[in-house]
C-alpha cells in the first residue's frame, strides 16, 4: 500500500465527514460555511495566527477545550502576562539543554524496546509510542514541579532522570493519600525496569518502608499504607499517565462534537479529566491545569505522531533516508502527517482574512496546519525539504506557537534512526475511530531486508555454489 493511501485511513476513520470536507474544499484559500470559516492559504492562516484578535476560550476552540479539561491557566486559554507566565514555567524541560538531558529517557528505551524485531519478532508500535510519549511527560512534569528533582543531563539508564517520588501514584484502596508514606516508598524498586521486574524471582526489598497496613506477596511488599502499589515502577507510571491523557482528550473532543448524546459525553470528559488531574497533581496547586495540559499535549501528539511516521517511512522506504540524516527525515515527515492537523480558533473581533475577506466576530476558524504546510501537495523528501518556515507551520506561529516543537523534532529523529537499521514493513495496521488525533489503534511491524539478512543470504548463497 502507497503511504500517503494508508495514511489517509486516520483521517476517515476518525472523522469521515470533516475531512471528506477539507479535502474537497482544500483547492480554495477560504471557504465560509455559515459561521465557519476553513482556512487552507498558508498566508491567510499565518495572518489568522499573528494578526487576528482571538477568543482563547471559545467553545469549540482548543483554549476551549483546555478550559474545559483543566479547568483554564493552561497556556492555551491564556494570553498576555498570564500566558508569558505559564511558558517560562515549561520552559526550561522544552529548552535544547533540557530536551538534550531527556533524551536517554526515550533512547533507551526505544532501543530496548525494538530489540525483538532482530529475531524476527512482530511489534505493535502504538503501545510503545505511548509509553516513549508517558516517559517523556513525565520528565516534563518532573522538571515543572516544585517537588521532584529536575531532569538529569547524565547518561545514566532510563529510569535514572525520572522522579523518586512518581508523578503518578497508584489510586490508593481507601482513605486520602498518606504524603508521609509515600516519601518512605523505596526509590530503588521504583527504579527497577519492566525487565528486571519481570525476571526477577528472589525476595523483595526490606518491608521496613512498609509500615502499618501494607500488604506482601512472597516476594515482599506490595503496598504501602496508604494503598499504592509499590511493584509499579517508571515503565507502569508513564504506561497509566499516557492512558488517562489519551482518555482526557479523547472524552474532551467528543464532547465538542454535534450528537444526541453529548450530556454523556461532557460527563465522561469531566470525570476524564478528574482522573488526568489526580494523576499528575494529586495535591491540586497553582500548576495542576498546566501540568494536565503537558500531558495531554506531549502524550497525544507522540502517540499520533510516531506510529504513523513509521508507516510512511515504512511504505515509502525511507529507511535509507532515515539512516542518512533522521533529522531532515523527521522536519518532513512532521510537515506531511502534521500530528495535529487542524487548529480550531474563534475570532474575537471584525477583521480581514487575506485573501479570504472579513472574518467577524465570533467566527468559528478552521486554521488547516497540514495544507498550510503543504503536505496535500508533497510528500517527504529530505533531499529537498520545505523552507523551515513552511515545514513548522504545523506548529502554529507566533507568540502561540507549540513550545514542544523542538522536544517533537528531536524524538521523531531518534525514533527514526532507532527504527532504521531494521528497515520495518507493516503487517497489519488498524486506524483509531476514538482518539483526539488521527493516528493508529495498532500498528504492527517485523523486520525487513536488514543489512544482516542480506549478509545471511548472500552467505548462504555462496555456500549453495561452492
Not at 34 to 53: C, I, S
Not at 95 to 101: H, K, L, N, R, T
Not at 254 to 268: S, V
Request: glycine fraction near 8%; aromatic fraction near 2%.
Amino acid at each position: 500500500m502507497r503511504a500517503r493511501s494508508r495514511d489517509r485511513l486516520v483521517y476517515l476513520a476518525a472523522h469521515p465527514f470533516l475531512f471528506t470536507v477539507l479535502a474537497a474544499t482544500r483547492h480554495r484559500p477560504t471557504v465560509r460555511l455559515g459561521g465557519t470559516l476553513l482556512v487552507h492559504d498558508r498566508q491567510a492562516y499565518v495572518h489568522a495566527l499573528t494578526r487576528l484578535t482571538l477568543d482563547r476560550t471559545a467553545e469549540g476552540t482548543t483554549g476551549g477545550a483546555v478550559t474545559a479539561l483543566t479547568s483554564g491557566a493552561a497556556l492555551f486559554d491564556q494570553q498576555g502576562q498570564s500566558h508569558r507566565t505559564s511558558r517560562r514555567t515549561s520552559a526550561d524541560p522544552l529548552s535544547a539543554p533540557g530536551v538534550e538531558a531527556m533524551r536517554p529517557t526515550w533512547t533507551n528505551l526505544m532501543a530496548r524496546a525494538l530489540s525483538p524485531l532482530a529475531e524476527g519478532a512482530e511489534l505493535d508500535l502504538v503501545p510503545l509510542a505511548a509509553e516513549i510519549a508517558g516517559i517523556t511527560a513525565l520528565a516534563i512534569l518532573a522538571a515543572t514541579s516544585p517537588g521532584p528533582a529536575p531532569v538529569s543531563s547524565s547518561s545514566a539508564p532510563t529510569t535514572n532522570h525520572l522522579p523518586a517520588r512518581p508523578l503518578c501514584p497508584a489510586a490508593p484502596t481507601e482513605g486520602p493519600p498518606s504524603h508521609s508514606a509515600s516519601a518512605q516508598e523505596p526509590s530503588a524498586e521504583r527504579h527497577r525496569t519492566t525487565a528486571e521486574r519481570h525476571n526477577d524471582t528472589g525476595p523483595r526489598a526490606s518491608g521496613a518502608a512498609v509500615g502499618a497496613g501494607g500488604t506482601r506477596d512472597s516476594r515482599g511488599p506490595t503496598t504501602d499504607r496508604a494503598g499504592r502499589d509499590l511493584r509499579a515502577g517508571p515503565a507502569d507510571d508513564a504506561r497509566r499517565l499516557a492512558e488517562a491523557a489519551r482518555a482526557a482528550a479523547a472524552a474532551t473532543a467528543r464532547e465538542h462534537l454535534p450528537g444526541l448524546f453529548r450530556r454523556r459525553a461532557r460527563d465522561e470528559a469531566r470525570l476524564a479529566a478528574a482522573r488526568l488531574t489526580a494523576l499528575v497533581a494529586p495535591d491540586g496547586g497553582e500548576h495542576a491545569g498546566l501540568h494536565a495540559m503537558l500531558a495531554v499535549a506531549a502524550i497525544n501528539t507522540t502517540v499520533a505522531a510516531l506510529p504513523r511516521a513509521a508507516a510512511w517511512s515504512a511504505d515509502d522506504r525511507l529507511w535509507d533516508a532515515a539512516r542518512r540524516d533522521p533529522a531532515a527525515l523527521a522536519d518532513e515527515l512532521l510537515r506531511v502527517i502534521a500530528p495535529t492537523p487542524l487548529l480550531p480558533r474563534a475570532a474575537a473581533g471584525d477583521g480581514e482574512l487575506p485573501p479570504g475577506g472579513p472574518v467577524h466576530a465570533g467566527d468559528r476558524l478552521m486554521l488547516i496546519a497540514r495544507h498550510a504546510a503543504g503536505a496535500h501537495r508533497s510528500g517527504p523528501d529530505p533531499a529537498r525539504p520545505a523552507p523551515p518556515q513552511v515545514a513548522r507551520l504545523v506548529f502554529g506561529v507566533g507568540p502561540h506557537a507549540c513550545p514542544g516543537a523542538r522536544l517533537a523534532r528531536i524524538q521523531l529523529a531518534d525514533w527514526l534512526a532507532a527504527l532504521a537499521p531494521y528497515r520495518p514493513v507493516v503487517t497489519r495496521a488498524r486506524p483509531d475511530r476514538r482518539s483526539a488525533l488521527p493516528g493508529w489503534r495498532s500498528l504492527t511491524v517485523r523486520a525487513g531486508d536488514t543489512d544482516s539478512a542480506a549478509e545471511r543470504r548472500a552467505g548462504s548463497g555462496r555456500r549453495g555454489e561452492a
